[in-house]
């Protein structure tokens, strides 16, 4: 046995070396084999339809028929799906009659050339392997409506009417905003039908009565004709509840609605009588509305003894409604499915139901809206597992997003030019929902940096807790602005009101450096306090658009205290309020109304007690126009500007939409300040008119505009131009 063992651990040995020598041959041969050569992808190519339309397209089709990868050939399906996507996409934009030329380099080094309309009935020959494809566009003229009139309109405004196939709300009706198609023509005359369908006239028509196209030069006249009918009024609805399968009704009670009948409406009115139902845990409550009897009338506005056979009547409804409730249902099990990183037991509370509650789809949906809230997951979806009659599971299907993902910032403004900068979050981490952001911007004049950590509900329902840290360096006119800290504090965002509030401690050092005389400037404020603060802080939006406002208002309001007690060297109120209004005029004009308003109050003298660096400094591309950046505060002896303890900012503007992209706006803002309170509102007005142009763009208007001072103080400038990105107010 000792012999045995010997021999089969000297073979185990010379193995080990034989094993050893293949390892090193096969490192040899690698490191003396260079690697296999990188093959380049496929070149495409698109010209023909500008500079932004030749990308548009070129990125169109890596994302719908690539997803995104570089192949090292395109196949002959590739450039047959390219060529009817770009021609359907040339076609919506107008050019009804585009031409595509198409030049295909190959692997095997030959060249073909064809047509995009020729690919239908001659597909390219199979196998091909191509290396470069080059789509030319020709797009052939452009149509657009040269005329559109209506007949037979009479309940509503030819110019709504017209918002339905063109641009209305334009100075300048281009052929751009009149672009012609015929899917276009079918969706304006579904949405007119659509519109006189919810005024009640079920029996509406619209319908194309005239249309001439002038294939040379792309002119479209059209007239259409409409055809009203009579106005059904909903008069009375009798409803009738059915609990347990009974076959009488065990509730009734008849609602006049007064209402014009549409699709739309019956709509509204069953899913409002199933959401009370789904409230009392019936699920499956079914309503059906039928027609108890019709009683014609005359329109309205004319006496009830009227007939005129070119009127149409009114015809007014008696409706019955059935609910059928169904069985009563209780919640079984709750899952969840699909999560990776994601605690099931931070889900679990997210959803806020429980196993034996009244099943009620709109609570159960609400809690899918509060697991996409969380910001972590691509998709939630929803679905229940039947459990007897009585009882059913409820399922949620989620698919985790990215934890990481980095965004490239960049705007422009007068004072500050170019501003660059990055934003990186990371979500879900601890697989609890936490959230941090790190936010870093660089202009000529400053640099600053954010980072804020959020908790997501730890102390209650919809309420996030945050960490913050914060630094900027700023060069304003008469000074050097160097400001850091952090703190943290309480978010609640209030769904019904629209309503963000928060309240945070925030400890900071303001430090403002650079002075030409830091004794004069030292009595205005403290030039380098350690600030304890607490803040409360209120966003209430009911405006249309955050980057175009063009109907509503908002509302932003905080309110900082800070004192010693809570830190620092300064004891002071700060508050500071801006609403803002828009409204639409008519005919591409817009009005906007802003006020903001700042006071400062410093428990004893502002030398000891209010920072510099709080006092307020107006002018700029959002503020007082006529002045650069802080250039409308008010100056010392020394022409130093030392800020104002309280002003007040009012703006007028107006807005004219010349193309769907491009606007002129006039506007006049006045300031009222005060350097000392107690010249409490102001005791020094200036004031700016001016204009200016907008374009268009998805990140918010690219602004050119020049503002006019009226009044200028000596050394003020007689106005300013302002070049900037993004809505003044």
Known sequence: MAHLFQVNSEFGVLRELVLLCSILVFASASASTPPPPKHKPAQLQITGYGAFGNRELKRMLRTLELGGKTPEFFD?????????????????????????????????????????????????????????????IHTGVLYYFQSLSFEGLQTLPEKQARSFFLETDILFHIKQARI???????????????????????????????????????????????????????????????????????????????????????????????????????????????????????????????????????????LLASIHSGSQVRIGKIEFKGQEHTKASLMARRVRIQRGDLLDPVRVE????????????????????????????????????????????????????????????????????????????????????????????LIGKDIDLFFDASGLRREEISFTRLEYGGGAGLHKYLQPQATDVTLRYNYQILSAQDFGSVEEVATEGLTNPAVGSVILELKHDRRDNPLYPRRGYKIFA?????????GGDANYERVEISPSWHHPLGGGRYLSLGLSHGIDFSFGSPANNLPFNKRFFPGGDNSIRGYREGEAAPRNSLGQLVGAETYTLGVIELEQALTPRWSVVVFSDS???????????????????????????????????????????????????????????
Not at 441 to 448: D, M, R, T
Not at 676 to 682: D, E, G, S
């Open 76 to 136: 002959p399906s590739f450039v047959e799906d390219a060529a009817l996507i770009l021609a359907s996409r040339i076609k919506r934009d107008g050019y009804l009659q585009p031409a595509i030329s198409i030049h295909l380099r190959l692997a095997e080094g030959g060249q073909m050339d064809v047509q995009a309309d020729k690919l239908f009935e001659n597909p390219l020959p199979r196998p091909l392997r191509i290396t470069r494809a080059q789509f030319k």
């Open 180 to 318: 012609y198609t015929p899917e276009k023509l079918e969706r304006g005359l579904s949405s007119l039908t659509e519109i006189l369908d919810q005024q009640g006239y079920n029996e509406a028509k619209a319908e194309v009565a005239a249309l001439h196209r002038d294939d040379r030069t792309g002119a479209v006249r059209v007239r259409i004709r409409v055809r009203r009918g009579a106005q059904f009024i909903a008069r009375s609805v009798r409803e009738e509840y059915f609990y347990g399968g009974t076959a009488d009704p065990t509730e009734t009670r008849t609602v006049q609605p007064n209402h014009p009948y549409s699709r739309l409406w019956l709509q509204d009115f069953s899913l409002g009588l199933k959401t009370n139902q789904y409230h009392r845990g019936y699920p499956d409550v079914t309503v059906t509305v039928q027609t108890l009897a019709r009683e014609p009338g005359p329109p309205a506005s004319l006496p009830a003894n009227h007939s005129s056979p070119g009127i149409p009547s009114r015809v007014y409804m008696d």
């Open 366 to 457: 609400q809690g899918r809206y509060r697991l996409a809230q969380l910001g972590v997951f691509d998709t939630v979806e929803l679905a229940y597992r039947r459990e007897g009659d009585h009882m059913r599971d409820v399922l949620y299907q989620v698919k985790e997003g990215k934890r990481l993902t980095l965004s490239l910032l960049f705007g422009y403004g007068s004072y500050e030019l170019l501003r660059g900068g990055f934003e990186a979050e990371e979500n879900n981490i601890w697989g609890l929902a936490h959230h941090a952001r790190l936010k870093a911007i660089q202009s000529f004049k400053s640099s600053s940096g954010e980072f804020t950590y959020t908790i997501p509900e």
């Open 558 to 566: 905080t309110i900082e205290s800070a004192t010693d007690y809570l």
């Open 671 to 729: 300031l009222g300040f005060a350097r000392r309170i107690a010249n409490y509102p102001f005791d020094t007005s200036l004031f700016s008119v001016g204009g200016g142009i907008r374009w268009r763009t998805l990140i918010g208007p690219i602004r050119l505009e020049y503002g006019h001072n009226l009044n200028p103080r000596p050394g003020d400038p007689s106005g300013t131009l302002q070049f900037s990105l993004g809505f003044p107010f």
